[in-house]
């Protein structure tokens, strides 16, 4: 049976994926198909490639997001994307999509065409870079002359390439739209990151009826994008919601 994992974007809040993948290893669950975005490109291409998830838990928490010496130079982003290169290296000596123990799918967006692509074959490492590129913040990635950035910015819940090949497909999306009142709204800058927000999640939301089984936990809407003091507590909400959700969960074919 082909099983498929598709990890939304979110942020700091992917590490919550990773306790998913926790959850389904205790569950005797091994995806074979792995589709991800932004933060769930990351953690979906480190387990494609084999890391084990305490070895991913430990690369978000250890890898230096913010360290300046990985401010941008001359490109538009406060951080250089392109510097992250080695640190995943590490991890995929050699650079491809096909070396992966499982399928991969990663996607991003091209900011200049307004185009979504999704990588599956060739060089794996900077199109994951790309699909986690949060835009405004780090510089967009050139692959082949053309600029990538968040793969989210399209598609936060890339479920489009399993649904062919997969008998079963779990979801795991940490990007909860959070309970707001008028009061939040102060500045036009409220307004637009809302709308925007609403967007992704009412095109996200829509593609749940594509997945057997969807883990969302709503309490990750209290942390922000970039909350790296709560990587831990983040897992374990991953982890928890997870094994909750699978007790009653029973793999089917279709």
Aim: glycine letters at 10%; aromatic letters at 12%.
């Amino acid at each position: 049976m082909e099983i498929g994992l598709v990890l939304s974007g979110g942020g700091i809040r992917g590490v919550a994926h990773i306790g998913l993948i926790k959850a389904l290893e205790e569950h005797n669950i091994y995806p074979t198909y792995v589709s991800g975005t932004s933060a769930g490109a990351i953690v979906g291409a480190l387990y494609a490639g084999g890391v084990p998830w305490s070895d991913i838990l430990h690369f978000f928490k250890v890898i230096p997001i913010f360290h300046t010496k990985r401010f941008a130079r001359r490109k538009p982003g406060f951080i250089d994307t392109e510097k992250f290169y080695e640190e995943f290296k590490k991890f995929f000596p050699n650079d491809s999509f096909e070396a992966l123990a499982k399928t991969l799918f990663v996607t991003a967006t091209n900011i200049i065409k307004g185009e979504l692509k999704i990588f599956h074959k060739g060089e794996l490492i900077r199109p994951v870079l790309a699909s986690a590129t949060f835009p405004g913040v780090f510089s967009p990635i050139d692959i082949d002359g053309n600029f990538y950035v968040d793969g989210g910015v399209l598609n936060n819940f890339p479920v489009e390439p399993l649904k062919i090949p997969c008998n079963q497909i779990i979801g795991s999306y940490v990007s909860p739209l959070k309970s707001i009142g008028a009061k939040d709204l102060k500045h036009s800058y409220d307004v637009v990151d809302r709308a925007y927000k609403l967007k992704s999640a009412s095109d996200s939301l829509a593609k749940f009826k594509d997945c057997d089984l969807v883990v969302s936990p709503e309490e990750l809407s209290r942390f922000a994008t970039f909350d790296m003091r709560s990587i831990d507590t983040i897992f374990e909400i991953g982890y928890r919601s997870a094994g909750e959700a699978l007790k009653t969960y029973k793999l089917t074919g279709r």
